[in-house]
């Protein structure tokens, strides 16, 4: 557990609690107080504070949560108004054990054996764990690259290491540079690619993806209307304006192009119906999310989205990933809302796909703010690029082409071995019209033989007195 920053002051009634615990689970904050002691739990933070006077809870008592900052205000009534609590400034005086709460030493007689606690018994000193007051220039020591909105974000793959491993797929970002994120990601698509699996879809498509291919692009006859949820959850957002770089502006407007995309793909998938993986689904997909990978350039961002659409999801398809490229385009043509709209529902997504929360906190509380202040005659040129943008498979640098080609190959193959099976069956038929169809069967050298047919690519008509297809009119009765 970490001991997260924090600092304490008092007014005449009360005692503030100023705690910074970025990136947590709201749902599951904890805090306690019992007069001296109080304890304050939010994964992966862990307080436990002795204070010099005693507190209590009441109507007046109150917990604050600054969204943008990450840090707690906690409230609490001072038991004796009017007193003073000395030494909040001494941290590690607050952070001390207090000294009636620790475990009495256990006495034993000469040739006793030592009586252990009650199994059954709770004992309070589990919440007693070593706490260290954090050093901040060691933190920044470590931290050289920054990811979310703007880049904000240090830090993250030590304090939240366990979380972060579960929710993308690069590892230590923070020591990691633009171009060496692009080419981890690149090298792990390249060895996760699954050329059955896409060959699979291809040739043989499941009825889950031809309704996707079906569907209609979102919101195509609909009024786009924001939920009560939704226009509750945007009030609630900080009032604030963001100063970002040209530069800046055109990764943030490209991230929120991948989250569109990545969104409108599982959508398809889903058939509108998002389910219980669609928050893995959809981190998965946009490169940003999976390796904080930044992109300056529009066709190099949907070459990412559709190389990882072909390579992760349970539907791989790629005619799939360029239907949710024009969903992406639709979308946009829309105007601020409808995007706002997606981003709205990829957030609700992510606080249902724990812990993913984080990337909310990291990309869409702020992109959720920022997109509301884009010119429409930007979002309207950026569809138009979209439209625009031409994919090709050789982008994707997998072997498309090659596979899907000696794919159909074989397809080919197969369908005129069978239909010269057919025929060597019609024409044993023709020549014994004494002989039950059921009794006729082409044994292995047969089928070799009509392959070789085929692959030497003989268009001569078969003549049943051929010598050389003696062999192939054999039947059950004349074995007997």
Same mark, same amino acid.
């Given at each position: $557990? ?40 939010? =994964? ?11 507190? @209590? #809870? ?67 000193? #589990? ?6 007051? &954090? ?67 291809? !040739?043989?498509?499941? &009825? ?6 079906? $569907? ?13 949820? @939704? ?13 970002? =770089? ?62 990882? =659409? ?6 791989? =398809? ?32 992510? !606080? ?43 982008? $994707? ?22 239909? !010269? ?7 044993? !038929? ?30 001569? #008509? ?19």
């Amino acid at each position: $557990m970490i001991t997260p920053h924090f600092r304490v002051s008092q007014d005449n009634d009360h005692v503030y609690l100023f705690i910074h615990a970025p990136y947590t689970n709201l749902k599951e904050v904890e805090y306690f107080s019992n007069e001296s002691d109080f304890r304050f739990v939010a =994964s992966p933070y862990f307080l436990r504070l002795n204070l010099p006077g005693l507190v @209590e #809870e009441s109507e007046g008592s109150d917990v604050h949560y600054d969204l943008e900052k990450g840090d707690f205000t906690v409230k609490l009534q001072k038991k004796i108004p009017g007193e003073n609590f000395k030494d909040l400034d001494l941290l590690s005086v607050l952070l001390a054990p207090n000294p009636q709460k620790t475990l009495q030493p256990k006495i034993t007689l000469e040739g006793e054996s030592t009586v252990a606690e009650s199994e059954g018994e709770d004992s309070s000193d #589990e919440w007693f764990l070593e706490q260290t007051v &954090s050093d901040n220039k060691a933190k920044e020591a470590v931290s050289c690259y920054g990811y979310g909105f703007a880049n904000k974000a240090t830090g993250l793959f030590r304090s939240h290491e366990a979380e972060m491993m579960e929710i993308v797929d690069i590892r230590n970002a923070d020591l990691k540079d633009q171009e060496q994120r692009r080419r981890e990601r690149e090298v792990k698509e390249l060895e996760d690619f699954n050329e059955d699996h896409y060959l699979a879809d291809l !040739m043989d498509p499941l &009825s889950l993806l031809l309704n996707a291919l079906k $569907m209609a692009p979102p919101y195509l006859d609909s009024d786009i209307n924001l939920t009560t949820e @939704e226009e509750d959850y945007i009030i609630s957002l900080p009032k604030k304006s963001y100063l970002v =770089s040209k530069v800046q502006k055109k990764i943030l407007s490209l991230t929120v192009v991948g989250l569109v995309y990545s969104w409108a793909y599982d959508r398809r998938v889903t058939e509108g119906d998002h389910c219980i993986e669609s928050g893995w689904a959809i981190a998965k997909v946009c490169p940003v999310l999976s390796y904080f990978e930044d992109f300056e350039d529009l066709r190099f961002l949907l070459v990412a989205c559709v190389r990882r =659409s072909i390579t992760y999801p349970m539907l791989r =398809s790629w005619d799939l990933s360029l239907l949710t490229i024009k969903d992406t385009s639709s979308i946009f043509r829309k105007g601020k809302l409808a995007i706002l709209k997606c981003l709205l529902k990829v957030r609700k997504l992510f !606080m249902e796909s724990d812990p993913r929360y984080i990337l909310n906190q990291l990309y869409l509380d702020d992109l959720c703010v920022w997109i509301q202040f884009v010119k429409e005659e930007k979002i309207k040129l950026l569809a138009d690029a979209i439209e625009k943008c031409e994919i090709k498979k050789s982008d $994707m640098n997998l072997n498309l082409d090659e596979l899907e080609y000696a794919a159909k190959l074989v397809a080919e193959e197969e369908r005129e071995i069978g239909e !010269m099976s057919k025929n060597l069956i019609k024409i044993k !038929m023709e020549d014994s019209d004494d002989i039950d169809p059921e009794d006729i069967y082409l044994n292995l050298d047969e089928l070799e033989y009509a392959a070789n047919l085929v692959a030497e690519g003989e268009k001569r #008509e078969i003549d049943p007195e051929d010598s050389s297809l003696s062999s192939f009119y054999s039947t059950d009765s004349e074995s007997d």
